[in-house]
C-alpha cells in the first residue's frame, strides 16, 4: 500500500460492529478513508447509524471486525497499548464524575502514558500540563474541582487533556453535544485552531452539519451503504447531503448549506425594501407558510425605512400598519 | 499569574504539612495504645518494660500482650482502609468497602472451610507455622472470589444502591452457607470457629502476627504500585484504556492486592466494620485530592491512626472493662458512611 507521508491516518474496508458472542454484528458495508496531518474532519451521519463505534475502533477501544486501520502507516493491530494511547487521544460523550479532582490532576492524566510507574509529573510534563491548560484559556481554573465546572469549561479541561497526551491525531466523539450555542461556537473555534495552527488532526463526530460544513476540513460522511469524503464544499455540490435527510418534513439548501422545514405554502407575497429588516422579514414570512414572491404583486409587504418605522401590508382590500415583526405574522396567520 | 503559582506552593506545602501531622498522630496513638490497657499501669514502668530487663508483670503484659496487639491494630487500619480506598476506586463506587460488599464475608466462608470443614483435629493451637498460612490463604481466595462476583455484577449494573443491596445479600447468603456449617460441625470445631469470628486484635500468636505483617506489607508495597493505575481508573474503563492502560492486568492485580489486604485481616482478626470505607472518605477531605499518588500514603497513616484510637476507645482508659472493638469501628465509621450517602444525593457523581 502506497502512503502518503503526510497521511497520518487511513482505513482501509475497515468493517466495524459488534461480536455478541459467535455472531458478528457488521454495523456498515466496508469504510475507507484516509486523514491528514492538521486536517479538521467532521464524521457525519444519522443517529445510530454507528459513529460511536467508529470512533471506538479507532481508539483501540473496539477490535475491527475486518479492514485493516493505519497510523502513520503502521497497522494498528501491531501498535502496544501504550504506544496507541502516544498516538490518539480520545474524548467520548461519557461524563466524568469524580470529585476532588482539580482540572490540573485531569489533564495530568493525559500524561499516563509518558510518565514512569508511580506516574510521577517531571518538570517537563508540568510544562507541558501548563501548555495544554494555555491552549485551552483553562489556565486560571487548574485548581478548580472538576466537578465545579460547566459543561463547557468541563469538555475544554478534557481538550486539554488530549493535548496533553500529546498525539497527533485526537478523536472525538460528539464534542459540542452538551454545550450552548456560545459553548459550541468555543470548542469549535478551538478545534480549528489545534487543527489548522496546532499540527493536530482530530476527527469528531457531530450533529451540526452547519457548524461542520464551515469548519472543517474534510468530512467523512456515513450513509447506509457508504462512506464518502471530501471537503465540504465537495460534497455539497455533489449533493451528498441530500440523502442524509430521509425526511420528507426537513430540507438541506445544497446553496447556503442550511436546514429549513418543508410546509405547504399559503400563498406568495411580495416584499419592498432591502437589508437587514428584509431578511428576517423574508425569515418570518417563510415560517407562516408564505413563499417570497419575485413579482410585484398583492398583498405586499413595504419594510419600514428610515422614514417609516412601521411595516405597511397592503392587500386588495385594506392597507395596515405593523410595529412589529410579531404583529405583522400574527395579522397574516389570522387571515389565512 | 503570580498569585496563582504562589497558591499552588501554598497547596503543595499544606500536604506536606497533614502527613507530617498523620505521621505524628499515629506515633502518639501507638504509644497511647501502649499506655492504656485494662490493667493500669504507670508511665514509668511502662517506658521501665520496653527498654530495661525488669522481668516483672508489667513486662509480660507490655511486651507480649499490649505491645503486639498496637502493631495488630496499626497493620489492620492500614490493610483494611488500603483495600477500601482500591475497591471504591476499581468499582467507582463511593460505598465499596470489604465489609459492606462482602469481602470480608467471602473471607470468612474460607475460614470456615479451614476450620470446620477440612481437617477434623484441628485446633487453634495446632493452627500455627504452615496452618497460618493455609487459613490465611483460604481467607484470600474467599475474598476474591466475592470481589470477581461483585466485578461480574457491576458491570451488567450500574446503580451504586443497586450493588451495595446485593452485597448485602451477598452477605447474607454466605452467613446462611456458614451456618449450616455450624450446624454439622462437632463441638470442638464450633468453639473454635465462634471464637475467631467474635474478631479481636488481641488473641493472635507471634507466628500469626508475622504472617499478618508479611502479607499486609505486599499488600502495603503493590498498592504502591498500583497507584497509576487507580488514577486512571478514575476515568472509568473507556478512558483508562484510551491512555493507555491494560484495564485487565490493571483489574488483576489490584483485586489481588485487596483480596490479601482484606482477607488476612479477617483471617485473623474476624470481620472489622466500616473502617475500610470510612477512612478513604476522610482521607479525601483531608487532602482535597483524587490523587492515589497522595491518597494511597494518606490512607494508610490515616487507617492506622483511626484503628490505634478505636483499639484505645475500646480500652476504656479508667476502666477495666472492655469493649469488642468492631463496636468502635462501627461507631466511628457509621456517620462518615451517612454523611457521603447524603452527600452523594447532592452531587451524584461517584466519589
Redesign the interface.
Known amino acids: 500500500m502506497k502512503m502518503n507521508p503526510n497521511e497520518i491516518l487511513s482505513l482501509d474496508s475497515l468493517k466495524i460492529g459488534y461480536v455478541s458472542g459467535k455472531n458478528k454484528n457488521i454495523l456498515l458495508p466496508p469504510l475507507t478513508a484516509s486523514a491528514k496531518r492538521g486536517e479538521l474532519i467532521a464524521v457525519i451521519g444519522r443517529n445510530g447509524i454507528g459513529k460511536s463505534t467508529l470512533l471506538?475502533t479507532l481508539?483501540?477501544?473496539q477490535q475491527p471486525l475486518g479492514g485493516e486501520i493505519f497510523y502513520s502507516g503502521k497497522n494498528i493491530r501491531e501498535y502496544s497499548?501504550?504506544e496507541?494511547?502516544?498516538k490518539?487521544?480520545?474524548i467520548?460523550t461519557?461524563i466524568?464524575?469524580?470529585?476532588?479532582?482539580?482540572v490540573y490532576?485531569?489533564v495530568a492524566?493525559?500524561r499516563?502514558?509518558h510518565?514512569n510507574?508511580?506516574?510521577?509529573i517531571e518538570k517537563k510534563d508540568h510544562e507541558v500540563i501548563l501548555d495544554a491548560l494555555a491552549k485551552t484559556s483553562m489556565?486560571?481554573f487548574?485548581?478548580k474541582f472538576v466537578?465545579e465546572l460547566s459543561d463547557g469549561e468541563r469538555q475544554k479541561t478534557m481538550i486539554a487533556r488530549i493535548l496533553a497526551?500529546d498525539t497527533g491525531i485526537m478523536i472525538m466523539d460528539e464534542p459540542t453535544a452538551f454545550l450552548d450555542v456560545a459553548g459550541k461556537y468555543e470548542i469549535f473555534h478551538l478545534l480549528h485552531t489545534l487543527s489548522n495552527n496546532g499540527d493536530k488532526t482530530i476527527v469528531f463526530s457531530t450533529h451540526d452539519l452547519q457548524m461542520a460544513i464551515s469548519q472543517s476540513d474534510k468530512i467523512w460522511l456515513i450513509l447506509d451503504n457508504k462512506l464518502i469524503e471530501g471537503a465540504p464544499e465537495d460534497l455539497m455540490i455533489s449533493g451528498a447531503f441530500d440523502h442524509l435527510f430521509d425526511s420528507s418534513n426537513v430540507m438541506f439548501n445544497s446553496e447556503d448549506g442550511t436546514f429549513s422545514f418543508r410546509s405547504e405554502t399559503k400563498g406568495s407575497i411580495y416584499i419592498e425594501g432591502n437589508g437587514n429588516k428584509r431578511h428576517w422579514t423574508e425569515k418570518a414570512i417563510n415560517r407562516a407558510g408564505f413563499a417570497v414572491s419575485k413579482e410585484k404583486t398583492l398583498p405586499c409587504i413595504i419594510i419600514p425605512s428610515d422614514n417609516t418605522k412601521s411595516w405597511q401590508l397592503s392587500t386588495q382590500s385594506s392597507i395596515q400598519e405593523f410595529f412589529s415583526i410579531y404583529e405583522l405574522i400574527s395579522s397574516l396567520s389570522e387571515k389565512v | 499569574m503570580q498569585k496563582e503559582f504562589s497558591s499552588d506552593l501554598k497547596s503543595r506545602r499544606n500536604t506536606r504539612l497533614i502527613f507530617s501531622s498523620l505521621v505524628l498522630l499515629v506515633a502518639i496513638f501507638l504509644i497511647l495504645d501502649i499506655f492504656f490497657g485494662s490493667v493500669s499501669i504507670k508511665a514509668s514502668d511502662v517506658i521501665k518494660a520496653i527498654f530495661t530487663n525488669a522481668d516483672n508483670n508489667f513486662e509480660i503484659i507490655i511486651l507480649k500482650f499490649r505491645l503486639p496487639k498496637a502493631i495488630t491494630a496499626l497493620t489492620v487500619g492500614v490493610a483494611l482502609s488500603l483495600s477500601g480506598l482500591q475497591m471504591q476506586t476499581v468499582f467507582r463506587n463511593p460505598m465499596a468497602g470489604p465489609y459492606v460488599l462482602g469481602i470480608s464475608s467471602g473471607a470468612s466462608l474460607g475460614v470456615a472451610f479451614v476450620i470446620l470443614g477440612f481437617s477434623s483435629n484441628i485446633t487453634t493451637v495446632s493452627l500455627n507455622g504452615l496452618g497460618n498460612w493455609i487459613l490465611v490463604a483460604a481467607s484470600w481466595i474467599g475474598a476474591g472470589a466475592v470481589m470477581l462476583l461483585i466485578m461480574v455484577i457491576s458491570s451488567k449494573v450500574k446503580d451504586i444502591m443497586t450493588i451495595l443491596i446485593l452485597g448485602i445479600m451477598l452477605s447474607s447468603g454466605i452467613s446462611a452457607i456458614v451456618t449450616i456449617m455450624q450446624y454439622f460441625s462437632n463441638e470442638t470445631l464450633l468453639k473454635a470457629y465462634v471464637i475467631w469470628t467474635m474478631g479481636s486484635l488481641g488473641n493472635l500468636t507471634a507466628s500469626q502476627l508475622n504472617v499478618l505483617l508479611i502479607s499486609v506489607l505486599a499488600g502495603v508495597i503493590m498498592s504502591l504500585f498500583s497507584s497509576k493505575m487507580l488514577n486512571a481508573l478514575l476515568l472509568g474503563e473507556n478512558y483508562a484504556s484510551s491512555i493507555g492502560l491494560n484495564v485487565r492486568i490493571a483489574r488483576a492485580v489490584i483485586f489481588t492486592c485487596t483480596s490479601i489486604l482484606a482477607g488476612s485481616v479477617t483471617a485473623f482478626c474476624g470481620p472489622i466494620g466500616f473502617i475500610g470505607i470510612a477512612v478513604p472518605h476522610i482521607v479525601r477531605i483531608l487532602f482535597k485530592t483524587s490523587d492515589h499518588k497522595i491518597l494511597i500514603p494518606g490512607t494508610i497513616l490515616m487507617g492506622g491512626a483511626v484503628m490505634l484510637i478505636s483499639d484505645i476507645i475500646s480500652q476504656l482508659p479508667g476502666s477495666e472493662s472492655v469493649l469488642p472493638v468492631n463496636a468502635v469501628t462501627s461507631l466511628i465509621g457509621i456517620p462518615v458512611v451517612i454523611w457521603v450517602i447524603l452527600r452523594n444525593r447532592k452531587y451524584s457523581g461517584p466519589f
Request: proline share 3%.
Open positions: 471506538r481508539t483501540g477501544l497499548k501504550m496507541l494511547a502516544q490518539a487521544g480520545y467520548s461519557e466524568i464524575k469524580v470529585s476532588n479532582m482539580s490532576d485531569l492524566l493525559g499516563f502514558p510518565t510507574w508511580i506516574g510521577k489556565t486560571s487548574r485548581r466537578s497526551q
